[in-house]
């Protein structure tokens, strides 16, 4: 038997499994398809709860996995550019990470916990 057959009158595709045929799996589709990162799934909590008929329409559009990864891949690029900037900013060096880790430690947490507040105020938690 083959592993893969056609079916000419609705073009659906079939995989041999065992004994049986099942439609096989769109597997381009899914490579395709950025995984939504965890501000995109904070966004989409947002939408859930305080704009219901924004998240009903880009749902029921076909939008939402889309819209999610681009609020997703613009919070990512916004909170490395951040992290990056106020460090420089305020002399983090690997020299100080080398000579007092505690102290970096302190200033980094410092940093990245107000790059998260930057982007839920600007992207996650927009009015």
């Known amino acids: 038997m083959e592993k893969y057959i ?13 004994d049986y ?5 769109e597997d381009e589709q899914e490579e395709e398809r950025n995984p939504i990162g965890i501000w995109g799934q904070r966004h989409l909590r947002y939408l859930k709860h305080h704009r219901k008929v ?3 329409n880009l749902l029921t559009s076909g939008k939402l996995p889309e819209y999610l ?7 990512s690029e916004m909170f490395e550019r951040l992290v990056k900037q106020m ?9 100080l990470k080398a000579t007092d880790q505690m102290a970096w430690v302190r200033k980094m947490n410092n940093i990245i916990n107000s790059a998260k507040e930057i982007i839920n105020i600007s992207i996650i938690y927009e009015e």
């Not at 056609?6 to 065992?18: A, I, M, P, S």
């Not at 045929?21 to 799996?25: D, E, P, Q, S, V």
Request: without cysteine; charged residues 20%; proline residues 0%.
């Open 21 to 25: 045929y099942i439609i096989a799996g």
């Open 87 to 95: 460090a420089a900013a305020e002399g983090i060096t690997e020299h």
């Open 54 to 56: 924004v998240y009903a």
């Open 69 to 75: 990864a681009n609020i997703d891949q613009q919070a």
């Open 6 to 18: 056609t079916d000419e009158r609705t073009g659906l595709k079939y995989e041999l499994v065992g």
